[in-house]
């Protein structure tokens, strides 16, 4: 029973937090709407792998060592809002011609999975919801086989979701409604990483509760 309610502890706070629209929703609109399904899907792998890789850190006692040395918090979100906004530039500084493109007229696979794991990589607020929630969640005397449960929930909560997500947004009538606007889609992504890092900055002093 006491699982059971650590479980539905934890999954109640981080189901709301996955949905709520943040870089790593926009990674997944952005690849799904400009190049289709498949490269969205593969964003989407890259995405849970960050969320699945945070969740084994901070099972393993990432929380205590970014609330013991505020420094490292503190460059980890300088860093990933800085990245946050680089991304926000370069997409908002290409043109039309200078989409990267593999040679089947989509984005190589790697990139596409590379570029999910990134966004999510810098995204604070994921760093913020594992070490606060997750690992708080957990204790010494919590079985490994728990701890394993919740990394794998969460790992298939974000394929879920987030192929739920790339499979609308490349949809027939989505894409054939945006076709024309996918040099726009792009710039659009891009206000939205800019505007993202920018609050990551200015967020980047609060401390991180233990």
């Known amino acids: 029973m006491d699982s059971a309610l650590v479980l539905i502890g934890v999954f109640a706070i981080f189901i709301p937090a996955l949905i709520l629209p943040g870089p790593d929703f926009v990674a997944v609109v952005r690849s799904s709407m400009t190049y289709g399904a498949r490269a969205g899907l593969l964003t989407t792998l890259g995405v849970s792998m960050g969320l699945c890789l945070y969740a084994t850190l901070s099972l393993l006692g990432l929380s205590a060592i970014l609330v013991q040395y505020q420094w490292l918090t503190w460059a980890v979100r300088v860093l990933g809002g800085a990245y946050l906004i680089w991304l926000g530039i370069k997409l908002l500084r290409a043109k039309p011609q200078e989409v990267e493109l593999g040679p089947s007229g989509r ?19 994921a760093i913020v919801l594992f070490t606060s929630v997750f690992a708080t969640a957990v204790t010494a005397s919590t079985p490994h086989w728990l701890m394993l449960v919740m990394i794998a929930l969460v790992t298939a909560s974000s394929l879920f979701w987030y192929s739920c997500v ?45």
């Not at 984005?107 to 607020?125: C, D, E, Q, S, Y």
Request: glycine share 10%.
């Open 166 to 210: 790339s499979l609308f947004m490349s949809s027939g009538p989505v894409m054939r409604r945006f076709q024309r606007a996918r040099h726009w889609i792009e710039r659009a992504a891009g206000v939205c990483f800019i505007g993202l890092g920018g609050k990551v900055l200015a967020d980047a002093s609060r401390p991180i509760s233990p």
């Open 107 to 125: 984005p190589a696979g790697k990139r596409a999975i590379l570029f999910g794991f990134l966004v999510t990589l810098t995204n604070p607020k």
